[in-house]
Nanobody, 120 residues
Framework: QVQLVESGGGLVQAGGSLRLSCAASGTFFSINAMGWYRQAPGKQRELVAAITSGGSTNYADYSVKGRFTISRDNAKNTVYLQMNSLKPEDTAVYYC?????????????WGKGTLVTVSS
């Protein structure tokens, strides 16, 4: 089992910055890809960015490229999302996702989410 705990969300004014963190704990052999998703009110959950254990990154939405940066610390099984130049449309619940290799095989795990609110 893998537990994911997010932190770093909050209220920020447009143009400001936040850094989200997500730490994986539990019993597993390894954590493979990790990523951040978000779900705005009334919308479906969407991928924001993902990163492999080797550090390769993928940003799913052109609107966050150049503003958001995903990174990870494999020694701490932690993934980060640095969000700069935040816009009101970035307001959403941000969820951490991790692909864990456990005794049950390769399983996707989710955190409970952290709310990011960007005021105009």
């Amino acid at each position: 089992q893998v537990q994911l705990v997010e932190s770093g969300g909050g209220l920020v004014q447009a143009g400001g910055s936040l850094r989200l963190s997500c730490a994986a704990s539990g019993t597993f052999f390894s954590i493979n890809a990790m990523g951040w998703y978000r779900q705005a009110p009334g919308k479906q959950r969407e991928l924001v960015a993902a990163i492999t254990s080797g550090g390769s990154t993928n940003y799913a939405d052109y609107s966050v490229k150049g503003r958001f940066t995903i990174s990870r610390d494999n020694a701490k099984n932690t993934v980060y999302l640095q969000m700069n130049s935040l816009k009101p449309e970035d307001t959403a619940v941000y969820y951490c996702n991790a692909e864990g290799f456990t005794v049950a095989g390769i399983v996707d795990y989710w955190g409970k989410g952290t709310l990011v609110t960007v005021s105009s």
